[in-house]
């Protein structure tokens, strides 16, 4: 048995332990969510004209808020804002500069609001331009895929079954294969993007609010379809994220069939096509070798995006 005493970590070092993996924990969160910034503004400017209709705040003061947002807008943009970990969140950290900013009317944005609302309508604005987004570059995809099967109608290749030379079909005839999947991507993404474009604003924590707030307008200004029906909901709902994250793994998952594919018709036991050079890299040792990295990275991208959907699933069925 050894003489030598056991060392024993007093709990200040614990503590203080604890208390570094916390801050570091809520500086990711802030650094995280610092890319809601956009939306987080454009949700207070509604807001705040909501407010004004009512009769909550005065004109002036709603020129005030609106000033005083714009202006952090361009400070974060030209990365001027000085984040704060201690304000928690993109929220806080805004609100609290509006009031730096223009004093006491900044306090006055929150009136009838609570962050539970604000961040779930935020997230629905920011997902519904991803999704907008993601649908332009589908769509340029599937552009490029229908010129190039037009291009390369009378090109024959064999179809497989089993990786077996089965019957044979044009090359053309293949890629319309892959425009099929992706335009039923599309289509989902447009059916998640319709259900996600209500406005949870005016919920509040979860009960609403007794000011005599307008949740028509607020959503009308912000593009929503309309508002939320039930206010406990909307502040909980995650449906339609976790309905993205399903619509985005059914997407990578055609990606990587797609990749596969590249990967194993560039190799010299098929030989059916040469990807550009910019798509490729070479080896650090072989100077005969063509890699096919951006289809193996693409391929690999699915394994992400499936674990974020079981993510979400696992986070929200206890909630």
Known sequence: MSDQEPTIKPWGGRFA???????E???????FDQRLYHHDINGSLAHAAMLAKVGVLSEDELKQIQTGLEEIRSEIEDGRFEWSVS????????EARLTDKIGITG????????????????????????????????????????????????????????LQTAQPVSFGHHMLAWNEMLERDFSRLQDCA??????????????????PIDREYSASLLGFDRPTENSLDSVSDRDFAIEFAAAGSLLMTHLSRFSEELVLWTSAQFNFIDLPDRFCT?????????????PELIRGKVGRVNGHLISLLTLMKSQ
């Not at 924990?25 to 650094?31: G, I, K, L």
């Not at 519904?128 to 895929?145: K, M, N, P, V, Y």
């Open 17 to 23: 332990e604890a208390t570094d993996q916390f801050v």
């Open 25 to 31: 924990r809520f500086t990711a969160s802030v650094s």
């Open 87 to 94: 304000l928690e969140d993109v929220h806080m950290n805004i």
């Open 107 to 162: 306090k006055k944005l929150h009136t009838g609001r609570s962050r539970n609302d604000q961040v779930a309508t935020d997230i629905r604005l920011y997902l519904r331009d991803e999704i907008g987004a993601i649908c332009s570059e589908l769509t340029r995809l599937q552009q490029g895929l229908v010129a190039l099967a037009r291009r390369e109608a009378d090109t024959i290749m064999p179809g497989f079954t089993h």
């Open 194 to 211: 319709a259900r996600m474009n209500q406005s949870p604003l005016g919920a509040a924590a979860l009960a609403g609010t007794t000011y």
């Open 282 to 294: 070479g080896s650090s040792i072989m100077p005969q070798k063509k890699n096919p990295d951006v």
